[in-house]
């Protein structure tokens, strides 16, 4: 029995380990695209659309949405919506989910996981700023929330809006990361009847 207590600990620390570094920030990316088919209806902002969410904890995808007008500038839009979904409600955005889709897979540390979860929890009840066509949309956003991990470097708001002001933007800038840190990415195809973005 004696000797078993050791091992035991030996056992559960090793587990510990395991489970701290198991924890990840998935990135879920809908591509943009145009209508091939009639049946099909066009898009906000056609290949160069989509959308993007974040899963800060499993099965919670957090997103950016409008949350009433939106202008082309801040000062005459109102404060956006971080929406909570599902992964396959996030998917079903735009009404069906068989839509081309990438999900990034970024590990994290336990700190990281705990400090995401509660910013995310915070900008859903209360939304930091508006939804503009030249504002903070959906690819900013979900910079905002990966630049409170190690993974990405905090950036003005400007920068943000700059550098990713549509999906595709932030999607290289993933896909570059990927290459680089090992992380797993997972593309799946979508509908026939549209045209899918590519990178």
């Known amino acids: ?26 990135v879920h990316v809908i591509y943009g695209s145009k209508p091939i088919a009639k049946t099909e ?3 906000f902002g056609g290949k160069l659309g989509g959308h993007v969410g974040l899963e800060v904890s499993p099965g919670k995808v957090v997103h950016f949405n409008p949350g009433g007008a939106v202008g082309a500038w801040q000062k005459n839009s109102d404060t956006g ?8 409600g996030f998917y079903n955005t735009f009404g069906s989910d068989s839509v081309k889709q990438m999900a990034v897979k970024i590990p994290i540390t336990a700190a990281e996981f705990k400090v995401l979860d509660s910013i995310a929890d915070y900008f859903v009840e209360k939304p930091p700023y508006p939804y503009a066509f030249f504002g903070m949309r959906c690819a900013a956003a979900c910079y905002h929330l990966l630049s409170f991990t190690e993974t990405y470097p905090k950036i003005s708001k400007r920068k943000m809006v700059r550098r990713f002001f549509y999906p595709r933007k932030l999607r290289k800038r993933l896909i570059r990361s990927a290459k ?6 997972t593309i799946t195809k979508g509908r026939s009847t549209r045209k899918w973005d590519h990178d």
């Open 1 to 26: 029995m004696k000797r078993l207590i050791p091992f035991l600990f030996v056992v559960f620390n090793c587990y510990w380990v395991v489970a701290q570094d198991s924890l990840f920030a998935t």
């Open 41 to 43: 209806g066009k898009w």
């Open 81 to 88: 919506s971080y929406v909570v979904s599902t992964i396959q």
């Open 180 to 185: 680089k840190q090992g992380w797993k990415v």
